[in-house]
């Protein structure tokens, strides 16, 4: 335990809160600095329940609505910004799991599996489809969560089937891929969903075929992208038909910096955390890019970036 007066969360002063969650098959991590939980680097505290068996998933969302205790889903915490307050939300987060269980071309993803990794266990069994997505940091799970995609690979288009904790239910039950939309870096699960595994169907291609597209991939990423600092990938979503990375810089706002936060020089659609920003560093740096492009372009730029605000 960090610090018993850190406390972030109602839930902390219940007696046995750990031993609780415990007996739900989770483990009870109090006041965590979510900077150390995010790969942009700042954030407040918030506590954590680590979820180890999702089968007790249902009764613990109970437990923390009788005590009405809000929580939120914490995956990679790589598209991720959260204020510097922290929150007084339960963070529930899966712990890393079994493997990846492999059925000819179908192969079966635990929500908390990291995605470049999975991407890698499938080329080696001859399977892509998903090597535009090798250097998208974070969770398989949260790449389901907002769609990911790059290089013309979105996620939704390998998924089959889900297995998800669904909060008006309370049940855990598997969702077929026809019963979800995948939009552009959004998909119609609700709030208090927990997406828990993952069912890919993926084309059959050779090793080497599918480690050149990831190479290829890989290039292009470390050339255009700010891969080596500190940010969240793209801030702001495309409008479409526009880019708003390329609205950014023909503004001329690279370098821009806000207390340690900057916008890319190598991207104009990342913001990176240079010099120990702050979550406020960074929000600033948001609304001063959405007001120069809005009045130039009258186009109002909406956030890629997941923000938590208290
Ligand atoms: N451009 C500039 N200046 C910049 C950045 C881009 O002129 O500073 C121009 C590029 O030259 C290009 C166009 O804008 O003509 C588009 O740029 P890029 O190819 O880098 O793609 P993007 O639209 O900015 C999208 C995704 C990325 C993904 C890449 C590669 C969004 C918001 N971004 O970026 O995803 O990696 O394509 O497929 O959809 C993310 O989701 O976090 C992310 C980084």
Redesign the pocket.
Known sequence: MRSGVNRVSSLAQQPGVAEQTAAFGGEWLPAEPLSEHTSLGVGGPADIIRVRDTGGLPELVEYLRGHGVPWRVLGGGS?LLVCDEGLPDVLLQLARGDGLTFKGKRVEVPAAANLGTTVMECAKRNLGGME?LIGVPGTVGGALWMN????GTEIGDVVRALRVYRGSTGRIEMVKTENVRFEY?HTSFAPDDILLAVSLELPERPYAEILERVKQCNQK?RA??PINEKSA??I???PPGL????M??ELGL?GMRVGGAVISER???FIVNRYQAKAADILKLMALIREEVLKAYGVPLEE?VIVWRR
């Open positions: 598209n535009g990911a995609g790059a290089y870096r990423r255009s992208q990938g793209c702001f979503k495309n880019s708003a990375g390329k950014i810089d690279k991207h104009a659609n890629e």
